[in-house]
C-alpha cells in the first residue's frame, strides 16, 4: 500500500538558519504529494501542495520539488523564523478522484530558537 | 468564510461508554473525511463521506462508524471505548470527489479512562 517516510526528529535550528525536512513516499499510482503543519492546539493546515513530477509547491518561504525519479518531496526554507516552530507532515493522496484519502507521514517536530 | 468547525473539542469518557463527534464542513463542501492522530500510530485515516454516502473506510474495527447528513454535516461513533482509543480527532472537508484541498477543524480531544 501507500507509505510516507519522513526523516527522524525533532529538529531544533536558530534563527535564520537553513531547513531541509526529507520525505520520501511509496505509492502505486501517481500521487499528489502535500505538506501539512500543525501548530501547538490546533489541527493541519496544508502548507504546499504538487500534483505532478516536477512540479514545485511554494508557500511562506517553504518549497518542496515532486522528484518522480527519487520518489520524494523535501521540504526547504532559506531562513526559519521561530514562528515557524511547528509539527511538519508529509502526505500523499491517489489521484483520480476514486481515494481522496490521505497517508501521512510520522511527522517532525521544528523548534527554532532566537 | 467559516472554517471546519468540530464539537465538542474536548471529551473524557470511560471505558465501555460510547461518544459521539461531529463535524460542520466549509459552507459549499460536500465531502468529509475523518482522521485519528495518536503518538504511537500517528495520522490515521477512519472514513471518508460523500453525499451522504461512506466511499472510503481505514483500518478500524466496526466499533467506530460515521455518517453524513444531507447538509454535508458529519457526525462519528465510537461504541465500547478502550483506553487506546485515546486520540485526537479531525474532520477535513474538501469540494468533492476530485480530490483537492482538504481543509482541517481544529479536532476533538478524547481522553478514555
Known amino acids: 500500500g501507500d507509505s510516507v517516510t519522513q526523516m527522524e526528529g525533532p529538529v531544533t535550528l536558530s534563527e535564520e538558519a537553513f531547513l531541509t525536512i526529507n520525505c520520501t513516499y511509496t505509492?502505486?499510482?501517481?500521487?499528489?504529494l502535500f505538506w501539512y503543519v500543525q501548530y501547538p492546539g490546533e489541527g493541519l493546515q496544508l502548507l504546499l501542495k504538487a500534483t505532478k513530477a516536477d512540479d514545485k509547491g511554494s508557500n511562506k518561504g517553504f518549497e518542496a520539488t515532486y522528484r518522480k525519479e527519487t520518489t520524494s518531496f523535501h521540504l526547504e526554507k532559506g531562513s526559519v523564523q521561530v514562528s515557524d516552530s511547528a509539527v511538519y507532515f508529509c502526505?500523499?493522496?491517489?489521484?483520480?478522484?476514486?481515494?481522496?484519502?490521505?497517508?501521512f507521514g510520522k511527522g517532525i517536530t521544528l523548534s527554532v530558537r532566537p | 468564510k467559516a472554517g471546519v468547525t468540530q464539537t465538542p473539542r474536548y471529551l473524557i469518557k470511560t471505558r465501555g461508554q460510547q461518544v459521539t463527534l461531529s463535524c460542520s464542513p466549509i459552507s459549499g463542501h460536500r465531502s468529509v473525511s475523518w482522521y485519528q492522530q495518536t503518538p504511537g500510530q500517528g495520522l490515521q485515516f477512519l472514513f471518508e463521506y460523500f453525499s451522504e454516502t461512506q466511499r472510503n473506510k481505514g483500518n478500524f474495527p466496526g466499533r467506530f462508524s460515521g455518517r453524513q447528513f444531507s447538509n454535508s454535516r458529519s457526525e462519528m461513533n465510537v461504541s465500547t471505548l478502550e483506553l487506546g482509543d485515546s486520540a485526537l480527532y479531525l474532520c477535513?472537508?474538501?469540494?468533492?470527489?476530485?480530490?483537492?484541498?482538504?481543509?482541517f477543524g481544529p479536532g476533538t480531544r478524547l481522553t478514555v479512562l
Open positions: 505509492a502505486t499510482g501517481y500521487p499528489s
Open positions: 477535513a472537508s474538501s469540494t468533492g470527489p476530485e480530490y483537492n484541498e482538504q481543509f
Open positions: 502526505a500523499l493522496s491517489d489521484r483520480g478522484g476514486a481515494n481522496s484519502k490521505l497517508t
